[in-house]
């Protein structure tokens, strides 16, 4: 019964790969998010995203897409993928009016060799 | 340019004293402030908020405050319990950049049995 689940936790995979990242939330929730958390421990938001709406942090790079084929999942998709994109990478939900309180999904730790 | 500051990477409190966690902010369009709580290889948990129109928000051991003149809110812990060693995040809203969150680097609290 976990609220937002992700898919794999771990994922090891070689420069120039592509590869995609899951994630399901069963809490109704309207919004979904990416987030990324680099090597110093900083979680920076890549991508909001509703039925109506995506939006992008204008820092992330056109490699990296999200998908949502319903409104319970939003998938990352990353192409050609780099050393620097070795990060753990958190999904989020929130609903509603009080949006701002976000639940995070476990994790994915992402390593590109 | 890091919108959002904790300044102390870590703190270290006797079990049953006050933990105060302190976070520093730029952007007076924030409207909305979290306090997130992270174990390793989890998630980020939500703690507690407050809206910028408030300057406390107590639930239950956290209180958070919030001076707006300053751009500065503490987290204040009370009692500290071992069960609240963890990195504690500190977050905001920016009203016109959707419901993403920006997000501190994090501070390390040690509760000593």
């Known amino acids: 019964d976990t609220a937002v689940s992700q898919t794999p936790k771990y994922l090891v995979t070689q420069m120039g790969n592509d590869k995609s990242i899951k994630c399901e939330q069963n809490?109704?929730?309207?919004?979904m998010y990416w987030y990324k958390q680099d090597s110093k421990k900083f979680l920076k938001i890549m991508f909001s995203?509703?039925?109506?709406?995506?939006?992008i942090n204008e820092t992330v790079p056109n490699r990296f897409s999200p998908k949502s084929p319903d409104k319970a999942h939003l998938n990352l998709h990353i192409n050609s993928l780099e050393l620097g994109d070795s990060a753990v990478y958190f999904c989020?939900?929130?609903?509603?009016?009080?949006?701002?309180?976000?639940?995070f999904g476990p994790g994915t730790r992402l390593t590109v060799t | 340019d890091q919108q959002v500051k904790q300044n102390s990477p870590s703190l270290s409190v006797q079990e049953g004293r006050i933990s105060i966690l302190n976070c520093d902010y730029t952007?007076?369009?924030?409207?909305?402030f979290l306090w997130y709580k992270k174990y390793p290889a989890e998630g980020p948990t939500f703690l507690i908020s407050i809206s910028s129109i408030k300057d406390k928000n107590e639930d239950g051991r956290f209180t958070v405050f919030l001076n707006k003149s300053a751009k500065h809110l503490s987290l204040h812990i009370v009692p500290s319990q071992p069960g609240d060693s963890a990195v504690y995040f500190c977050a905001a809203r920016d009203n016109n950049a959707g419901n993403m969150l920006t997000f501190g680097g994090g501070t390390r609290l040690m509760v000593k049995p």
């Open positions: 952007n007076s369009m924030f409207d909305y």
């Open positions: 809490l109704g929730h309207d919004t």
């Open positions: 995203y509703n039925n109506k709406e995506l939006i």
């Open positions: 989020a939900s929130s609903q509603g009016i009080r949006a701002y309180e976000q639940y």
